[in-house]
């Protein structure tokens, strides 16, 4: 059982910027490809990004691309999504998860068997 949890959100204004961080307090994330989505109220979950294990290889949605950069931090075992130049479109609560394979296998949310419970980016002007 793998328990992610997430946390850094907030409220910001377009163009501003904010880190996640996902933990997963008495598990090592070392090993395991972790993700990010997020899911706008009525819509559906959407990928944004994605960082494997060993290689550290990452993976982006075109609507991030430029703007949100994934990056992991093995010896305090978090990821972090760092987002610049937010738009009220990338407002959602954000959740990490794992499918604790090594390598990322793609950004459907069908994939992922652990999911933090989210945390909220508000983006207003």
């Known amino acids: 059982q793998v328990q992610l949890e997430e946390s850094g959100g907030g409220l910001v204004q377009p163009g501003g910027s904010l880190r996640l961080s996902c933990t997963a307090p008495?598990?090592?994330?070392?090993?395991?490809?972790i993700a990010w989505f997020r899911q706008a109220p009525g819509k559906e979950r959407e990928g944004v990004s994605c960082?494997?294990?060993?290689?550290?290889?990452?993976y982006y949605a075109e609507s991030v691309k430029g703007r949100f950069t994934i990056s992991r931090d093995n010896a305090k075992n978090t990821v972090y999504l760092q987002m610049n130049s937010l738009k009220p479109e990338d407002m959602a609560v954000y959740y990490c998860a794992t499918d604790t394979l090594s390598n990322c296998r793609g950004l459907a949310s069908f994939l992922y068997n652990y999911w933090g419970q989210g945390t909220q980016v508000t983006v207003f002007s």
């Open positions: 960082i494997s294990s060993f290689d550290g290889s990452t």
């Open positions: 008495g598990v090592t994330l070392d090993y395991y490809a």
